[in-house]
């Protein structure tokens, strides 16, 4: 079932990058033991609907990094504080979207967890747990295979050699 989205209406203190042409942006890779969380666009979404992505937000108003991060898992995928294991930020990279006339300022986010069990909102259709090597195997965001890549190159090569 393919719910609408909400009128965007902001908060006090809030920006709407809607007509802005720098957005910055994070895209947070949910890893659960040794699998990645994608989560499908709502079809009805503004930007980028349908398309596989992790969990994603505009950076648009005071909160800090991880705040933000908190709380858009809390409200993407019903996964509380209690349920992060750590948060750690990847390389920050633009991003050039000429179809939404947008340059994304992506703030990669590795966000490893202690549950596999989600609750979408209406901003997700549908989900799957995925190795890495079954991400380029889906139609995702565009710049998502530089977070993944970049993201898990490190953690996962370091966990790799730390176990040898």
């Known amino acids: 079932m393919t719910i609408e989205p909400p009128k965007f209406i902001p908060k006090p203190g809030q920006i709407d990058y809607t007509g802005i042409r720098w957005a910055p942006v994070i895209n947070c890779l949910v890893k659960f033991k040794d699998k990645i969380l994608l989560v499908r666009r709502n079809k009805n979404m503004n930007l980028y609907p349908g398309v596989w992505n992790g969990i994603s937000g505009f950076l648009d108003d005071d909160k ?35 179809k939404y006339q947008k340059t994304w300022i992506v703030h990669p986010v590795l966000v490893d967890v202690t549950s596999d069990k989600i609750r979408l909102d209406w901003e997700a259709q549908e989900y799957q747990w995925v190795t890495p090597e079954e991400i380029d195997k889906l139609e995702t965001l565009p ?15 370091q966990k790799e050699t730390r176990s040898r």
């Not at 709380?71 to 996964?79: C, M, R």
């Not at 992060?84 to 633009?94: A, M, P, R, T, V």
Request: hydrophobic share 35%.
């Open 64 to 98: 800090s990094l991880e705040e933000k991060v908190r709380e858009e898992l809390q409200e993407e995928l019903g996964l509380h504080s209690k349920d992060i294991k750590s948060i750690h930020l990847g390389e920050i990279f633009d991003q050039e979207e000429p």
């Open 143 to 157: 710049g998502f295979d530089r977070v993944a890549k970049s993201l898990l190159k490190n953690r996962w090569l």
